[in-house]
């Protein structure tokens, strides 16, 4: 019979060299494990548990709510908040901190968490997902919006769950990415992707076409040498994705190589992007770093950056190193 590694097995393992280790770290990534493939179950269930549809109620950043953002939301928190590993929470669905409910143990980490990527997805059965970031917090006070608001690069831990045809796990403590798979059977995420990398090289790009008008001209410039193709300055032919999930687009870069942007937007001045620094950008950059990929905003890297607020958004451009680094350049270049 095959050895199959578990999640748990795999950390428990890694973590075993590191000095200073006390296994309350293993024992909150379970905790994460729990919620997702609680999560996993009821995406898969769909209309037969009555979960799809809109909620008709708006989250802090002014979007409508379908009915998983909020139970999935639930899920999290509900799993996260008693087991004593936690200070405290941020998730996308909820405006301010989130509090350890004073009747339990407070623990030594926080997590900040997008409990439902890409819900658009949710009603039209396409793919969906959930991110999270790790920090460490000072141990024994309750936590102020300081102890949340750190560099992506300060991070112990970043991953997300992708809800396609099979449930993926990925995952990285800073010692690279591996990839896992639920099996359904047992209830177990095994080991079935390890040491994930993207190539430096692609002929790939995701962006959202539609809002082209909008871009500013380094992106502008980097998308028109695309769809020359073999008859422009590049010299070859791109392909394009758009899967409108974060979490689908970073899985498929980190399996064949690709850049993903939601660039700039000069549709409104006071939104820097669309997508959000404290719980899509800085665990994505993380993972896609330790993947031997890039992470920029187009001007700065994702992990330098120092944080405003908990739901403040950022332009991302991410993916295989050679083409992020090119539009970098671009704006260097000012277009
Ligand atoms: P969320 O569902 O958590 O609000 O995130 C959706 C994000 C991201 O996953 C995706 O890349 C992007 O929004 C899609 O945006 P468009 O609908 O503008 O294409
Ligand atoms: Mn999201
Ligand atoms: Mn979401």
Not at 160 to 174: E, Q
Not at 266 to 277: I, T
Not at 288 to 309: F, H, K, W, Y
Request: proline fraction near 5%; charge should be negative; charged fraction near 20%.
């Amino acid at each position: 019979m095959t050895n199959h590694v578990t999640l748990t097995q795999f950390i428990i393992e890694q973590q075993r060299g590191l000095p200073g280790v006390s296994g309350t770290f293993t024992l909150l990534l379970n905790d994460v494990v729990t919620a997702c493939k609680k999560i996993s179950h009821l995406v898969n269930r769909g209309n037969l548990v009555g979960v799809l549809g809109s909620a008709e109620s708006e989250n802090v950043q002014g979007e409508v709510q379908k009915k998983l953002d909020i139970i999935t939301n639930d899920i999290m928190v509900e799993a996260l908040n008693w087991t004593g590993h936690l200070a405290g929470m941020a998730s996308e669905e909820i405006d301010g901190i989130i509090p350890i409910p004073s009747q339990y143990p407070k623990g030594k980490y926080l997590a900040l968490f997008d409990p439902l990527d890409g819900s658009s997805n949710i009603d039209v059965n396409l793919a969906v997902g959930t991110i999270f970031s790790i920090l460490r917090c000072r141990e024994g006070a309750e936590p102020t919006m300081e102890d949340f608001l750190r560099k992506g690069s300060e991070q112990v831990c970043a991953g997300f769950v992708l809800y396609g045809p099979s449930t993926m796990m990925v995952l990285t403590t800073g010692h690279g990415v591996n990839g896992f798979t639920l099996d359904q059977d047992i209830g177990e995420f095994i080991l079935t992707h390890p040491a994930m990398t993207i190539p430096a090289e692609t002929s790939e790009f995701a962006i959202n076409m539609s809002n082209q008008r909008f871009w500013e001209p380094p992106v502008q410039r980097y998308i028109e040498e695309c769809l020359q193709g073999t008859e422009g300055v590049r010299e070859k032919d791109f392909n394009m994705r758009w899967i409108a999930s974060m979490v689908a687009e970073v899985y498929r870069i980190l399996t064949r190589g690709g850049i993903f942007m939601y660039p700039y937007d000069l549709r409104d001045p006071s939104r820097a992007g669309k997508l959000r620094l404290m719980y899509e950008a800085n665990p994505m950059a993380f993972i896609v770093e330790q993947a031997g990929g890039v992470c920029s905003t187009g001007r700065e890297r994702i992990l330098d950056m120092n944080p405003t607020g908990l739901h403040q958004r950022v332009p991302v451009i991410l993916g295989s190193k050679n083409e992020v680094e090119r539009i970098v350049g671009y704006h260097l270049a000012k277009g």
